[in-house]
Nanobody, 124 residues
Framework: QVQLVESGGGLVQPGGSLRLSCAAS???????????MCWYRQAPGKERELVAN????????NYADSVKGRFTISRDNVKKTVYLQMNSLKPEDTAVYYC??????????????WGQGTQVTVSS
């Protein structure tokens, strides 16, 4: 019943910027705040790559070396939304970008959800 829906993808020129959004539904804001949120991407013919993640309160953020300094992940637990601000985009950033939510309870049960993906194309 939990759904993640990405938006904000599209065509952008090299050096440009895009802001991706991932809106969660089917859960409360309090529950959303217990999930680690992640952005992945997958280019044609390549493996899926973890781009960035954010801790539950947003205080700890991690980035792949390929995007560090250019991308910023953030979250709004009240709006139940996670964002990916992408600056200085390069053609190699072209991929389908996926939103991911993950958590484990005290018994070790894993809960994980994926969005449908949004296409980002960086080309002149």
């Amino acid at each position: 019943q939990v759904q993640l829906v990405e938006s904000g993808g599209g065509l952008v020129q090299p050096g440009g910027s895009l802001r991706l959004s991932c809106a969660a539904s089917g859960l409360s804001g309090l529950t959303f705040s217990t999930y680690t949120m992640c952005w992945y991407r997958q280019a044609p013919g390549k493996e899926r790559e973890l781009v960035a993640n954010s801790s539950t309160a947003g205080g700890t953020r991690n980035y792949a070396d390929s995007v560090k300094g250019r991308f910023t992940i953030s979250r709004d637990n009240v709006k139940k939304t996670v964002y990916l601000q992408m600056n200085s985009l390069k053609p190699e950033d072209t991929a389908v970008y996926y939103c991911n939510a993950i958590r484990s309870d005290y018994s070790g049960t894993r809960y994980e959800y994926w969005g449908q993906g949004t296409q980002v194309t960086v080309s002149s």
